[in-house]
């Protein structure tokens, strides 16, 4: 049966109806609202708008957060904080009348890449998205693996550096804090300063240099631009070696808007695993780009809900 | 049904019959040969031992090392060089007259925990071991994690401090360069050279101090020795908190010889854990000691056995 997935993001809320196979059948986006009420409000109606009458056997919705699975509720977000403590499921289920699960972004979206995308001949995924931060996803033994209270798979906050620099979550040396976009933009404007002369040290002395920048410049063959890459991508590696020495999957996906960069980050990243993850482990996983871009979430989503409808898929605790 | 653990040490084999509610009903020791053949001999005389005409459903090896499960086979084990490429299984199966499964000894005495330790309550849970080196294993969701090859888990070699101490894999700052009775050795000998009037001073003087020495010293009250300790336990909470926010455990276990050193280790990784960890799993994790000491090892293997022979866990990639 088709189902409903729901992506609420920090600007954007993408919900769409998807068929068993991964197909979407209609999508429609609005802009995230900033207060209770109305985020309520227009997923009601968006769901409505994408469901249009056919039978759904179900909804996910996918927030960006901490969950707390037990009670369908999101404990912490810090880019969505109106969705923070409200009962979201009770407040939405009868509204849309069709049964509804929670789920962090990142689990929804290694699902997605899991059913659909670069990990559906694998068992065993690592699924990172690097963006302003990172999260992510596991799959073991073809499990999503949520933890006790659905809270699992924190991959960006995890630290590699101890001694390293502050991270948004107020630790040192997180990945998060060594290889998301936001790291990249200030690494770039570090380096700015040591080469004024550089295209990145002009671009640096007219405006803001983010993340995106980086990208941007390295494409053009910027050396610094490019050696910034090149040190987040070693970091990447620092932390999907770690991964890969625990998990030991076949696939490890990296997803999320900094992969714009491509093989300028993954090229470091494989080279650091190759150093630092231990055969068989490091022998048999691949370290790829994710296939669905931003469809992950909505596909994801909607997959976990008529998993979880089914029967295939038990969330919760 | 009853069933056979063997764990197979670097110095010592240990082998027990165990009852399904993990009671050991008899058990033989014998020192590790050092040869292939002698081995397989040694494993095969001390089951038929335990066994001794009762009925038993099947056996499992629990074995330091890396393990390519899909091949029963040890791939590298550092201290037990002559497991390594043994088709074991095959060697094994017909001399002992029952079903034989091969798992890594961290794996092993992580589902012992799991089934009849400080993990029996969970459904998710971490164990760690500190001894020369560090291993561990993976429950989630009330699952093993073997990864694909039955090599995950290898919670010892993940990066806390990238630009870290050497660790014995070749890698820079892995959590066992960082936390093991190797680390602690090493630690305190740089720090006796500091400290030379010290009683770990006067001790580093006479001959090399050891992991074990540093615990005795410090359970003295020698200040060097609890600063060693203290400084071990904030990187084990480093890489417990990675652990903590990627897992989302219950309860995370600790055992080893070197938690011989208790309280004295645990109290700095909790403050670490509790500053790098995020809530709600942060407030959930519970750090223990773990309870079974050095059984851990038979009990998970026999247990993993007896689940293999009867279906309840499928053992294998």
């Not at 992950?296 to 898929?313: H, K, M, N, Q, T």
Request: glycine share 16%; charged share 20%; aromatic share 4%.
């Amino acid at each position: 049966m088709n189902a409903v997935g729901v992506d609420v993001g920090g600007t954007k809320i993408a919900v769409g109806l998807v068929t068993p196979e991964g197909k979407i059948l209609g999508e429609v986006r609005y802009p995230t609202p900033s207060s209770q009420q109305k985020l309520v409000d227009t997923i009601a109606r968006a769901v409505s708008e994408v469901e249009d009458g056919s039978e759904v056997g179900g909804a996910c919705l996918a927030v960006p957060g901490l969950i707390l699975a037990q009670e369908n509720k999101v404990v912490f977000s810090p880019n969505l904080r109106c969705v923070e403590g409200i009962p979201l499921k009770d407040e939405l289920e009868p509204k849309i009348g069709m049964p509804l699960t929670i789920e962090n972004d990142g689990n929804a979206a290694a699902w997605g890449e899991f059913r659909f995308g670069v990990g559906s001949e694998a068992d065993h995924l690592v699924f990172i998205t690097l963006g302003t931060g990172i999260g992510g996803g596991i799959i073991t033994h073809g499990i999503l693996m949520r933890g006790a209270q659905g809270s699992g798979g924190e991959l960006g906050h995890v630290t590699i550096q101890a001694t390293g620099p502050r991270c948004a979550c107020g630790n040192h040396g997180c990945l998060e804090a060594l290889a998301s976009g936001t790291a990249i933009g200030r690494r770039a404007r570090e380096l700015a300063i040591e080469h004024p002369d550089s295209a990145l040290g002009r671009l640096a002395a007219s405006r803001k240099v983010l993340g995106e920048d980086v990208t941007e410049l390295a494409r053009e063959g910027n050396e610094v631009a490019l050696s910034v890459l090149k040190e987040a991508g070693t970091w990447l590696g620092v932390g999907l070696a770690g991964f890969i020495n625990v998990f030991n999957p076949e696939v490890v996906a990296v997803g999320g808007g900094v992969m714009e960069a491509g093989e300028l980050l993954l090229e470091p990243a494989r080279r650091e695993v190759m150093l630092r993850a231990r055969p068989p482990s490091s022998e048999l996983a691949e370290v790829k780009a994710a296939t669905l871009g931003a469809k992950s979430g909505v596909l994801g989503a909607a997959a976990l809900a008529r998993d979880a409808s089914s029967g295939e898929y038990v969330l919760g605790g």
